[in-house]
Each structure stands twice: as C-alpha cells, then as structure tokens.
Nanobody, 116 residues
Framework: VQLVESGGGVVLSGESLRLSCSCS????????MGWYRQVPGQQRELVAT???????DYANSVKGRFTIFRNLIKNTMHLQMNNLKPEDTGDYYC???????????WGQGTQVTVSS
C-alpha cells in the first residue's frame, strides 16, 4: 500500500486546513485508515481513525474541530481541520491497515504549522 499525503501548510490560529491522503489500493476495502501527528521530542499521537464501515474516532484534543472522511470515487481520505490551534502543529501522517493481522502502512507525512 502506498500512501501520499498533501495539504499541509502554515496557517494562523483559528484557520482551517484539509489534509488529503491518496492510496494505491481501493480504500473501500481497507479495514482502517487514519492520521497520526508527530511533534519532535514528543510521543506520536493518534489524531483520528476511520473504519471501512465509516466508524470514526478522534483524540480528545481535536474532537469537534477535526473531521475524518473519505471520497470513494477519488479513492482518497481526508482530515478537515477547523479552528486550528498552535498545539496542532506537527507532521501529520496518513496510515492504512488492510486487515487487523497486517502491519500499518504509512505515508511520508505533511507538515502543519499553526501560528498564534
């Protein structure tokens, strides 16, 4: 599985960004996809997940501000990030796990910087 993220950038606090993840395989049959973020010196944080049955889950820090969804026609998965805060700054990685007994596949990451 090859994943490519895009959509990162530099924004001001309160603004929005939409991250995109394109996948080399049919995302409709991938068991779970999601987004992690990594800040240097800190532990990697699972931000949002989306299952093949469209169940979603979010880190408490982003609930109500971030939305994970997919576009089956374009075979892409997205993270809509609203009301961004400086603490959302980090490298965001898309991941996919085809089945529960397989390892996760990762993209190369996209950087998000939120200035106050």
């Amino acid at each position: 599985v090859q994943l490519v993220e895009s959509g990162g950038g530099v924004v001001l606090s309160g603004e929005s960004l939409r991250l995109s993840c394109s996948c080399s395989e049919d995302i409709s049959i991938i068991n779970v996809m999601g987004w992690y973020r990594q800040v240097p010196g800190q532990q990697r944080e699972l931000v949002a997940t989306l299952t093949s049955s469209d169940d979603t889950d979010y880190a408490n820090s982003v609930k109500g501000r971030f939305t994970i969804f997919r576009n089956l026609i374009k075979n892409t998965m997205h993270l809509q990030m609203n009301n961004l805060k400086p603490e959302d700054t980090g490298d965001y990685y898309c991941y996919a796990q085809r089945t529960w007994d397989e390892p996760e596949f990762w993209g190369q990451g996209t950087q998000v910087t939120v200035s106050s």
